[in-house]
């Protein structure tokens, strides 16, 4: 791990060519609020977790021009009534987007129903932070140098059995959200389409189905199972 360093950045914007629309970083790294600053004002959305930053830092943060936060909840430290962490600081920003990741083993419904409550739902973007295990059968595999054991659709590092990344596919996110009764499936699918587009500002791409954007969707049947994929606005795979 190192400190936030725009050099490196760089480097790396002109190696994808500008591509890069997203970074993310722990807000409490020497450097952060300069680096965000800089990153946001050309155009590259940051995105703040794996962190233990306490709320001022957080705020922080978003004031310097951070408007994500990775994962919420997961990897960051708590909302405490005389700490509110992370969690409070991506819950007292109404115009930041808070990531979710609705695979039941991360966070519990409670817990993301409050979130969503409380940003409402144009500003939670589920997520999957599925890992190379994804669409695989169980076993061991390895998250980055760390050896993971994945097994009854849960990702977990061997050592320790904390969770490491998911095998989750983003409509089953959809399914569990549904499921856990206070979002309906309209919401749902926004949530894990136009929401997250909006939120890395490329919903003049993609996002939503209109003219002029990217035709990638699927359709599902009435009890939200994936009947079709499109890519291009080609049919790719038929149930
Ligand atoms: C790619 C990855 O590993 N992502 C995070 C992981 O860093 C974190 O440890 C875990 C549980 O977080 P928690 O223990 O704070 O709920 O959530 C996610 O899987």
Redesign the pocket.
Known sequence: MSDPSLTAFRRWQDSAQGLLKKIALAPERHGAADFIENVSGSGTKVAIG?SSATYEEALEAVYAGANIFV?T????SGLNHHAPGMVGAAMDTPNTYAEL?CDGH??ESGAANLLIQEKGIDHVALVT?C?SAGGRRAGEYV?GEFPVIVKDGA?RLKDGG?????VLKLLQAVQNLVQWGRVSLYDAFKMASYVPAVSVGIEDECGLIAAGREADFIVVDENINLQSTYLAGKEVYSK
């Open positions: 794996h994962h909840f997961n990897g960051m990741i991360h966070v932070d890992m998250l990702a904390s969770l490491a990344g998911s």
